[in-house]
């Protein structure tokens, strides 16, 4: 079993920073790939970014690509994702999942609230 928490959501203006991070539970977790999704009001949840057992191996929704960057650091059972040049549609509820593929995604975490203001 794998729990996940996220953190560093936040209330941020457009063109803003913020990093999130997404600390696992559990072992293995270097076994884990990890990815973030993100939820906005009225719409339905969507992929963001994933990363696999080796920390170069990244891939990005389109919509994020060069803004977005996600990174993990197995000693700490943590993955991150860089958020940089906030938009207002950026705002959503961002989760971190963890699985053996991206196709397998068994754990989630309650996720953490990122607010763009214009």
């Known amino acids: 079993q794998v729990q996940l928490v996220e953190s560093g959501g936040g209330l941020v203006q457009a063109g803003g920073s913020l990093r999130l991070s997404c600390a696992a539970s559990?072992?293995?977790?270097?076994?884990?790939?990890m990815a973030w999704f993100r939820q906005a009001p009225g719409k339905e949840r969507e992929f963001v970014a994933a990363i696999g057992w080796v920390p170069s191996d990244t891939n990005y929704a389109d919509s994020v690509k060069g803004r977005f960057t996600i990174s993990r650091d197995n000693a700490k059972n943590t993955v991150y994702l860089q958020i940089n040049s906030l938009k207002a549609e950026d705002t959503a509820v961002y989760y971190c999942a963890a699985g053996y593929g991206t196709s397998t995604l068994n754990w989630w975490g309650q996720g953490t609230q990122v607010t763009v203001s214009s």
């Open positions: 559990g072992r293995n977790f270097i076994n884990y790939v």
